[in-house]
């Protein structure tokens, strides 16, 4: 099993250019999110999904979009980046009752917008 | 409402001593309690879990975590540290009372000296 695969593992974009970061699952999982992670600042949740085609915000949701159309993916979109969006940013998945299971992370994107 | 506060963002410790790294909790209804483990430019590992069973968690590598309800607390312990144990430390928790997205603490960095 893969687990959560994340592409890319780097990337660096210039302000006002946008891209998406991808995560894929190969657990069945029915919950994703995707969180980001600031210095000191633990991690953030941006949005979560509870199935395919079900998403909502988290603690941090403006200047980024998401979308599940299959129970595998839940790719995360940065429109128009801005500085502030530097970061790392990790996607995760569990089980339905995820307090049971745990959850599992992938390997990260870092984010740098310049 | 849930929150989790890492007691110490720092804990500095001699090889073959034991480590202590300090977690409490507000939760509305039953906890569930986690830690996690990232090594330096690495996606996060699950140490081990408390999930309304026994009060001592015993996890991987060593490291346990005991649930105290009456403190709100759930600290992580490990009775002799290893060098490969320096690494940032969180703790998570989640509620059956929401939807079991879980809030991250803001880690602590554990640092073994030789």
């Known amino acids: 099993n893969a687990g959560v695969t994340q592409t890319p593992k780097f990337r660096i974009l210039k302000i006002g250019q946008s891209m998406t970061l991808q995560c894929t699952q190969d657990m069945n999982h029915n919950y994703m999110y995707w969180y980001r992670q600031d210095p000191g600042m633990g991690l953030k949740l941006i949005y979560y999904s509870v199935g395919a085609g079900i998403t909502d915000k988290g603690e941090v949701p403006n200047g980024y979009n998401v979308s599940r159309s299959t129970t595998e993916d839940f790719p995360l979109r940065l429109e128009l980046a801005a500085p502030s969006q530097t970061s790392v940013y990790f996607c995760?998945?569990?089980?339905?009752?995820?307090?049971?299971?745990?959850?599992?992370f992938g390997s990260g994107t870092r984010l740098t917008v310049v | 409402a849930q929150s989790v506060t890492q007691l110490d963002s720092h804990v500095s410790v001699s090889e073959g001593t034991p480590v202590l790294l300090r977690c409490n909790y507000s939760s509305s209804y039953s906890p569930s309690l986690f830690w996690y483990v990232q090594h330096p430019n690495k996606g996060l590992q699950l140490l081990l879990k408390y999930t309304s069973a026994a009060t001592l968690v015993k996890g991987i590598n060593g490291f346990e975590a005991e649930f105290k309800k009456s403190e709100t607390s759930f600290h992580l312990t490990k009775p002799s540290a290893h060098m490969s144990d320096a690494a940032e430390y969180f703790c998570?928790?989640?509620?059956?009372?929401?939807?079991?997205?879980?809030?991250f603490g803001r880690g602590t960095s554990l640092i073994v000296h030789p």
């Open positions: 995760a998945s569990s089980r339905e009752t995820g307090d049971n299971y745990g959850y599992t």
């Open positions: 998570v928790v989640t509620t059956s009372g929401g939807s079991y997205i879980p809030t």
